[in-house]
Each structure stands twice: as C-alpha cells, then as structure tokens.
C-alpha cells in the first residue's frame, strides 16, 4: 500500500491518478475527506500533519509514502517509522540549493533533513516553479481577456506537476532512487506572456498580458501568503539565479519521457480556464 498526500493538490492528484492507472494499492490523504472530492473508488483517510496522532490509521500497512512539507516532518515521519513505513518520498524544493535563506529555502531544509534523519529510506523531489502557479490567473481570465503579472519577460523552465508526480511514482515502486535528491524543471524556459498566449490558445480566446509593478503584485500576494512567502517569490520570479533558468533533463533520466512543455500542461488543464 502506498500513501499520497496532498492527494487534493497538483502533485498528489497526478500521482494518485498514476499509481492507480498502474493497478498500484493507494490511500489518499486528506485534512478533511467530504470536501476532498477525490474519484470514486479511492481509499481515502483523514489526518493533519499538523497533529501527528490523527495519522495513524493513515500510516498503518503502508510500504512507502509520498508527503508534503507541513513543518512537522519529525512526528510525521516518527508515525510513519513506528508503523512500519519503509520508504518515504518528499516533495521539496529547489529553494534548498537555491535560495538557502530564504523561508521558502529553510521550512523545505529543515523537512530534507527531517527526512534525512528518520531511518527511513527516502528520496527528496526538488522542483522549481510549477506550471499549476498560473491557475492563480483563472479569476482575471474568467473576467475579461487581460492577465496582468509583474516580470513579463523573465523566463523560467515550468514544471507540469504530472512529471514531479511521474518521478515520485518511480521513487516510491523502484529500489534505484533511494537516497537521490532529484531537482526537477520543465523542458524549456517560458515567461509570463508566452505562458498567457499558451492558455489562451488551449481555451480559443485572445488572451493579453500586462505587465504590473513588483510592488502592485505584492500587494495582491499578501493578501493570501506570508509576507515571507511573498518576497522570496518574488525576488524567485523577478531575479531568479543561473540555476533557476537552467533546463534540466531529471524528468527524462529517472521516467524515461521527456518532460512535458507548459503548452501541454495549459491544454491538459484548459477546463480549469473556461
Ligand atoms: N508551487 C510551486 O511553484 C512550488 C515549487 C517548488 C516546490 N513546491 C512545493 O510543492 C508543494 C505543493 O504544491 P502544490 O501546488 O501541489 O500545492 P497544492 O496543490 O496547494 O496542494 C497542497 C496539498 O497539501 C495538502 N496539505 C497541506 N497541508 C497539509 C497538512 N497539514 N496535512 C496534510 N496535508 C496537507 C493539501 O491537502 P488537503 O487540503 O486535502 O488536506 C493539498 O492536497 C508546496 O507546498 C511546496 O512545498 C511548490
């Protein structure tokens, strides 16, 4: 039996969907299942890393699992040790290497470690920006045909979180990743106006890109993130470091397909946009 976590997110949704396309045993995670709306036929469990004693029944059978860093990584993974789990895999960050200092660079070092140090065996997923982030322009593209970002024209290498959840899958069935640390990028560097151009083209509509301030969007960012989160986004988006921008072929080395490009991802996801 494995163990997905964040099951209702972007990584965890594609990897339960895999491990149960490949006739694998899963359970689902979730802090609260009625509103989890996961497929029929999942097994799905309730528990908040936030309270390490309502993962029991969560652990319990459980070979290997994936997580998400919540902060509480060393009762987590003490839960997991003392019900049998043998192999865990996390999804981190590329912060760790990247930006150190940062909040964003230290709540995923400190998880790394955790892990590190929990007798269990594990591999750490590092990737950099996540094509899912533009979901975040939905409501500006339900309302007109404008998205307006900061740093129109700093290009990143967006991930599809099916490729992290792919890696993960090969993580959790295959005995040759234990111990890796993966970072993981998409396949080319794309800025914000080509991403705008790529969903538009995948829902038929004439979408425009205009450029706002730093300051405009942090405005708008602080109003639902950290004030921690919000400037190392930032600084990520606006300033990002050589090895931010590089292409790397992980995706491809551990599953054997090349990674996916973010018009892939825009055109398996335009029904979020419509
Ligand atoms: N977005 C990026 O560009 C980026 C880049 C590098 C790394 N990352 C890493 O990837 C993570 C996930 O990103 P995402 O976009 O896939 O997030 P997401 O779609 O918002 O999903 C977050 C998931 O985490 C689960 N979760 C949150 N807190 C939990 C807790 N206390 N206990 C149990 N489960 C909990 C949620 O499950 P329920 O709500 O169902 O309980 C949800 O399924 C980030 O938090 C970050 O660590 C992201």
Redesign the pocket.
């Known amino acids: 039996m494995i163990l997905v976590?964040?099951?209702?997110?972007?990584?965890?949704?594609e990897l339960l969907r895999q491990l149960r396309a490949d006739g694998v045993a899963v359970r689902?995670?979730?802090?609260?299942a009625a509103?989890?709306g996961l497929p029929a036929g999942v097994e799905v469990v309730e528990?908040?890393?936030?309270?390490p004693r309502s993962l029991a029944g969560a652990f319990a059978g459980v070979a290997a699992a994936f997580?998400?860093?919540?902060?509480?990584e060393a009762a987590?993974l003490a839960q997991a040790a003392g019900a049998g789990v043998r192999r865990v895999v996390l999804?981190?960050?590329?912060?760790v290497q990247t930006r150190p200092e940062s909040l964003?660079g230290v709540?995923?070092r400190d998880?790394e470690r955790a892990v590190a140090e929990s007798g269990l065996e594990w591999t750490l997923?590092?990737?950099?920006?996540?094509a899912?982030?533009t979901?975040s322009w939905r409501t500006q593209i339900a309302a007109g045909d404008v998205v307006r970002t900061p740093f129109a024209r700093v290009g990143l290498p967006?991930?599809h979180?099916g490729d992290?959840a792919a890696v993960a899958r090969a993580a959790l069935v295959e005995d040759e990743h234990v111990g890796a640390s993966y970072s993981l990028t998409g396949p080319e560097s794309i800025t914000p106006v080509e991403q705008v151009a790529a969903i538009g083209r995948a829902i038929g509509r004439e979408l425009r890109h205009q450029e706002i301030t730093a300051g405009q969007a942090e405005a708008q960012m602080l109003a639902h993130m950290p004030a921690g989160i919000v400037a190392a986004?930032l600084e990520f988006l606006g300033s990002p470091t050589a090895q931010e921008t590089q292409v790397l072929p992980t995706v491809e080395t551990v599953t054997g397909k090349p990674a996916r490009t973010f018009a892939q991802w825009a055109d398996d996801n335009a029904g979020a946009f419509r």
């Open positions: 976590a964040g099951a209702t997110g972007n990584v965890g949704g689902a995670l979730t802090r609260d509103r989890a528990g908040d890393f936030a309270v997580i998400v860093v919540s902060g509480h987590v999804l981190s960050s590329m912060a964003i709540m995923h998880a997923l590092r990737p950099g920006q996540f899912s982030n979901r967006a991930i979180p992290i986004s």
